[in-house]
């Protein structure tokens, strides 16, 4: 079983487990190549937010009330190119936590304009509903390769209370720990998989005991296990578990039986993300979906999904729904999904083209009204009421690519992606008249 965790796997795992162990050996005794907790830096102050929250919330709230869209201002960093793009955007995983609107989101600032000692990851929080956020904690360049993929693909896990954060990039898993009364925050590395010594040829430039680059997390509403994807291309993607130890920090308990295929992980769910021992995993790559039993600790694949589909989003909220390339799928079983071929999506606003062939990189369903979708795309943001059979784009926003969405309590909706993160009520009776979206 995992230990200390009080969650029994099967006999086939804990073989899987010393396999593990008798496998990796080598690649564990080179952990001491990654950095060191990272200590308070002194030339970085605490962070202040570029625009005072009582205001922001202020212009955010006349906006919202006005049926206009609105763009925050009071994430961390210079604002360059996507330094206020949310990668993650993730609420509470106890679904008794109190604060119904508490976010936390991670926000990369790796623009080229930015001198490199001052690029960093930022772990920000709201408690308005994403109209103001304040700065918890900053991840120092060290952690991170601003040159790979880093500000696209990284994942963030929340322990329970937001006590301590779990970031993913191109150099492994990291456990951030924030500080009081400074800006840099504790970061402890969690022990991952590394590059073998008869490593495959990729373009990404890793060496032999490099950390593996890992991907997606995801966090138990209890705070006890948590999963993290790894991967970079090599063709051989990874998944291991971890629980809590007695100080707080992950413990690595072993890989879970191997994915059916090659290709990388990029997104993760539970089937029920409010339960404490979720039955499945819900897995997307880059060409399908697998669903892995817990139970049995069998993988089996969506059917429904296209050749070729990464699938970049997962939601689980009333049933499986997946944003991929090309398409969005909506739930008929646990292990079928059907693509919306009737669904007509405004790609291009200049061009006017219509049809279900929807870059998508993220889905969100209103957990308090499932029937509401929200579609995050690289032509923009789309909408649903009907459980995702008719879609209107958002034209007030700014044309630009989106990656993700977050439906707060009261049915507004945090919208983010390149172009900035923006606050919308396009499902109110009052406002959707008044909101510049247009039906195909």
Same mark, same amino acid.
């Given at each position: 079983?995992?230990?200390?965790?009080?969650?029994?796997?099967?006999?086939?795992?804990?073989?899987?487990?010393?396999?593990?162990?008798?496998?990796?050996?080598?690649?564990?005794?080179?952990?001491?190549?990654?950095?060191?907790?990272?200590?308070?830096?002194?030339?970085?102050?605490?962070?202040?937010?570029?625009?005072?929250?009582?205001?922001?919330?202020?212009?955010?709230?006349?906006?919202?009330?006005?049926?206009?869209?609105?763009?925050?201002?009071?994430?961390?960093?210079?604002?360059?190119?996507?330094?206020?793009?949310?990668?993650?955007?993730?609420?509470?995983?106890?679904?008794?936590?109190?604060?119904?609107?508490?976010?936390?989101?991670?926000?990369?600032?790796?623009?080229?304009?930015?001198?490199?000692?001052?690029?960093?990851?930022?772990?920000?929080?709201?408690?308005?509903?994403?109209?103001?956020?304040?700065?918890?904690?900053?991840?120092?360049?060290?952690?991170?390769?601003?040159?790979?993929?880093?500000?696209?693909?990284?994942?963030?896990?929340?322990?329970?209370?937001?006590?301590?954060?779990?970031?993913?990039?191109?150099?492994?898993?990291?456990?951030?720990?924030?500080?009081?009364?400074?800006?840099?925050?504790? !970061?402890? +590395?969690? &022990?991952?998989? *590394?590059?073998?010594?008869? =490593?495959?040829?990729?373009?990404?430039? /890793?060496? $032999?005991?490099?950390?593996?680059?890992?991907?997606?997390?995801?966090?138990?509403?209890?705070?006890?296990?948590?999963?993290?994807?790894?991967?970079?291309?090599?063709?051989?993607?990874?998944?291991?578990?971890?629980?809590?130890?007695?100080?707080?920090?992950?413990?690595?308990?072993?890989?879970?039986?191997?994915?059916?295929?090659?290709?990388?992980?990029?997104?993760?769910?539970?089937?029920?993300?409010?339960?404490?021992?979720?039955?499945?995993?819900?897995?997307?790559?880059?060409?399908?979906?697998?669903?892995?039993?817990?139970?049995?600790?069998?993988?089996?694949?969506?059917?429904?999904?296209?050749?070729?589909?990464?699938?970049?989003?997962?939601?689980?909220?009333?049933?499986?729904?997946?944003?991929?390339?090309?398409?969005?799928?909506?739930? !008929?079983? +646990?292990? &079928?999904?059907? *693509?919306?071929?009737?669904? =007509?999506?405004?790609?291009?606003?200049? /061009?006017? $083209?219509?049809?279900?062939?929807?870059?998508?990189?993220?889905?969100?369903?209103?957990?308090?009204?499932?029937?509401?979708?929200?579609?995050?795309?690289?032509?923009?943001?789309?909408?649903?009421?009907?459980?995702?059979?008719?879609?209107?784009?958002?034209?007030?926003?700014?044309?630009?690519?989106?990656?993700?969405?977050?439906?707060?309590?009261?049915?507004?909706?945090?919208?983010?992606?390149?172009?900035?993160?923006?606050?919308?009520?396009?499902?109110?009776?009052?406002?959707?008249?008044?909101?510049?979206?247009?039906?195909?």
């Amino acid at each position: 079983m995992l230990k200390n965790s009080g969650y029994t796997v099967p006999h086939s795992w804990e073989l899987k487990r010393k396999f593990r162990f008798i496998f990796m050996a080598a690649p564990m005794m080179a952990w001491g190549q990654i950095p060191p907790p990272q200590t308070p830096a002194p030339h970085h102050p605490a962070i202040k937010s570029p625009v005072p929250a009582r205001s922001e919330g202020d212009e955010a709230r006349k906006a919202l009330d006005s049926c206009e869209i609105y763009k925050v201002k009071s994430l961390p960093g210079s604002h360059q190119f996507a330094g206020d793009f949310i990668e993650t955007i993730t609420g509470d995983p106890d679904p008794g936590a109190r604060g119904r609107n508490v976010v936390w989101g991670l926000t990369a600032d790796v623009s080229s304009k930015v001198p490199s000692r001052d690029r960093a990851m930022y772990i920000s929080k709201s408690t308005s509903g994403g109209k103001t956020w304040t700065p918890v904690a900053r991840v120092d360049s060290k952690y991170f390769d601003a040159g790979i993929d880093e500000g696209l693909r990284n994942g963030l896990g929340v322990s329970p209370g937001g006590t301590d954060f779990v970031i993913t990039t191109q150099r492994g898993a990291f456990q951030v720990f924030p500080q009081p009364n400074t800006s840099v925050a504790l !970061v402890k +590395a969690i &022990v991952g998989p *590394r590059v073998p010594h008869l =490593r495959p040829w990729v373009s990404i430039p /890793k060496r $032999e005991g490099d950390p593996v680059r890992a991907a997606a997390v995801k966090i138990t509403a209890d705070g006890k296990i948590m999963i993290v994807g790894y991967g970079y291309f090599d063709m051989n993607p990874q998944i291991f578990t971890y629980h809590r130890g007695h100080d707080g920090s992950w413990l690595e308990d072993g890989p879970l039986p191997r994915l059916p295929t090659q290709m990388d992980i990029l997104s993760m769910q539970f089937d029920n993300p409010r339960k404490a021992r979720p039955g499945s995993l819900y897995v997307g790559t880059g060409d399908q979906a697998y669903r892995l039993d817990f139970h049995t600790m069998n993988w089996t694949r969506i059917d429904g999904v296209g050749p070729d589909s990464a699938i970049h989003g997962i939601s689980t909220v009333g049933g499986l729904h997946l944003a991929a390339c090309w398409g969005v799928y909506n739930p !008929v079983s +646990a292990d &079928v999904v059907e *693509r919306l071929t009737n669904a =007509r999506f405004l790609l291009h606003r200049e /061009k006017d $083209e219509t049809g279900p062939n929807i870059r998508a990189y993220g889905i969100e369903v209103d957990p308090a009204r499932p029937n509401r979708e929200v579609v995050t795309a690289i032509t923009g943001v789309y909408i649903s009421w009907d459980r995702g059979q008719s879609w209107k784009r958002l034209n007030d926003l700014p044309e630009g690519e989106f990656r993700t969405a977050h439906f707060n309590s009261d049915g507004t909706v945090i919208i983010s992606g390149f172009p900035g993160t923006f606050l919308a009520n396009p499902f109110s009776n009052a406002c959707s008249p008044h909101l510049n979206i247009r039906n195909k």
